[in-house]
């Protein structure tokens, strides 16, 4: 009898489910689930209108995600609920959200409603800026000892700097939570009734270590005496490694998925982190990038070494046994989203529609015909900020360049050269910081669709590119890690790296580096290094005197 597993990435606009063979890894069935709400960045439900850098979900979206997806695939495979033996999910993190001590979250309790730090504050959500900057200076000055762990910054995406925003800035919703607890976590609660904190997440984002824990009482004392006892009073100590069971499917929760009442479920994951088996990266020295809205970059080695400039690294993070490396890009589908929704004129958009393509893939066919260098532009790729190697949301983009004769595919080729750049500082600064990056896999929306993209990734990098066999790599290994819950005896498996072998699997193309356009983008990266450190280190901080001015122009109106 074929047995499946359910595997659902829950990501910044939609939620995506497979239903997985186990014993082979086909995918049987796909269903997807586009949040009603979006990210709210600009208003809530009601109409608050929200301040700047803010980006928030409704959790009722991913709730209506599980009653949507999951009997759909149900339905459109017809593969029987006793035939599922286990269910994984992964999400965008660091997002977290309030809650009560039933799980219910404040933003759904009419008093809380109109209350914008009532609701979940997505990965993106850069408003607690400060107090991450804040953290990292006290962090310092006590020379605490974990900071470097995670490259020497702490970032506002994380889940202390977003708390302590809640804190200061809304100390009636900081009272009223029980818990404020990551979504992965939160979704696993409600699926089984279980409260079990994700180390993966926590190691990550929470600055939780598995011999240490989290940082001293004395170390949140020092941000503010109310935070002292934070971990006992709004999070939780008991932390549990991804692959575990974290419970079985309630019985109220069968009947609204249409999934058998114990049907086992895993700790949740991080949607970047959860991939590595997906595409059979089971061991050190191959970077993956998950490339979509925005980049993560992960890396496994078994060697523990500081590296500045990181998201950080966690013993057994991603898998057992490694030291699990992960730095990223806030900004590359959103970059190039950004720019064809607002600056692309509109006869490209009609031109693309008489070609049968979108205007992305009509943009890359024009810039394909160009050599590299031949537009004449060099782009920084800071739309939304840089996760890494700087750690700085306050940094903005740049376009230098452009003439009279520059056009639409131009700048666009330059956008994409900006991150292709920003992955190369990535990974030179891993090599240099002696942790070995010897191949590069990726996975996601933009490597999975985008062949112009990944030339030109793998023309920067200088290395062949590896590319995922699933266009979901996330949710395919998060069914892996729910058949790694169910466990053998149930026809699932005992380790990560048997599911691996047996489920996970890379397509037959590979991106080359083409040697002639390698040496012109040699020159060019150079050039991007200057501007890096010119206006991210030590040059001109002019990037931040122009957001501070936008802020005050706009707050004076």
């Known amino acids: ?9 829950f990501g910044t606009l939609s939620a995506r489910a497979l239903l997985v063979q186990v014993d082979n890894g086909r995918e049987v069935a796909a269903s997807t689930f586009d949040y009603p709400h979006g990210v709210m960045d600009q208003a809530l439900p009601c109409g608050r209108k929200l301040p700047h850098d803010w980006a928030l979900h409704h959790p009722q979206d991913y709730l209506d995600a599980l009653m949507d997806t999951i009997p759909r695939l149900l339905s459109e495979s017809g593969v029987s609920a006793g035939d599922v033996i286990g269910l994984g999910l992964d999400i965008t993190a660091c997002t977290v959200l309030p809650v009560t001590a039933e799980g219910t979250p404040l933003c759904m309790l009419p008093e809380y409603r109109e209350e914008p730090h009532a609701y979940i504050k997505l990965w993106k959500h850069h408003a607690a800026q400060d107090h991450a900057n804040r953290l990292n200076e006290i962090a310092h000055a006590r020379q605490e000892p974990w ?17 302590w925003q809640v804190l200061e800035e809304s100390p009636e919703i900081y009272n009223a939570m029980d818990y404020f607890i990551e979504a992965g976590d939160w979704l696993v609660w409600q699926l089984t009734g279980n409260q079990r904190r994700s180390a993966c997440i926590a190691g990550y984002k929470a600055i939780w270590h598995k011999e240490e824990g989290y940082p001293s009482d004395d170390f949140f004392a020092a941000l503010d005496p109310r935070l002292r006892h934070v971990v006992d009073d709004k999070l939780s100590r008991d932390i549990y490694p991804q692959g575990d069971k974290a419970g079985e499917i309630t019985a109220e929760m069968a009947a609204q998925t249409g999934l058998l009442s114990g049907t086992p479920v895993a700790v949740a994951n991080t949607d970047a982190h959860v991939a590595m088996p997906a595409l059979t990266v089971t061991d050190g020295s191959r970077l993956l990038a998950i490339i979509g809205t925005s980049t993560c970059g992960l890396l496994l080695s078994d060697r523990e070494q500081a590296v500045p400039g990181i998201c950080g690294y966690v013993e057994d993070g991603i898998l057992p046994g490694y030291y699990g490396y992960e730095a990223g890009q806030s900004c590359v ?22 070609e049968g393509m979108d205007i992305h893939a009509y943009l890359g066919w024009l810039g394909r015909k160009q050599k590299p260098g031949e537009h004449g532009l060099l782009a920084l790729d800071w739309w939304n900020g840089n996760r890494s190697v700087l750690v700085d949301v306050d940094l903005t983009g740049l376009l230098l360049g452009m003439t009279l004769q520059t056009r639409p595919e131009d700048i666009y080729r330059a956008l994409v050269e900006a991150t292709a750049y920003g992955l190369r500082k990535i990974v030179d600064n891993f090599n240099e910081h002696g ?73 037959d193309v590979i991106y080359r580096p083409i040697p002639e356009h390698t040496a012109v983008y040699d020159k060019l990266y150079a050039e991007y290094n200057r501007l890096h450190d010119y206006f991210g280190l030590y040059g001109n901080p002019v990037m931040k005197r122009l957001k501070a001015i936008k802020k005050y122009a706009k707050e004076a109106r």
């Open 1 to 9: 009898m074929r047995k499946y597993a359910i595997g659902i990435d």
């Open 147 to 163: 900071i470097e762990r995670y490259g020497g910054k702490i970032s506002s995406e994380w889940l202390f700097p977003k708390l």
């Open 333 to 354: 589908g959103d970059h190039f989203a950004w720019f064809t929704d607002h600056c692309v004129p509109g006869d490209y958009h009609d031109r693309a529609k008489a």
């Open 435 to 507: 942790v070995p990056v010897d191949d590069i896999y990726a996975a996601g929306g933009i490597a999975e669709k985008s062949s112009f993209v990944m030339q030109i990734y793998a023309d920067i990098l200088g290395k062949p590119i590896h590319i995922s066999g699933s266009p979901q790599a996330p949710a395919l290994a998060s069914a892996m890690f729910g058949a790694l819950a169910a466990g053998r005896d149930a026809g699932g498996y005992a380790t990560i790296q048997e599911a691996a072998a047996a489920m996970g699997k890379l397509k």
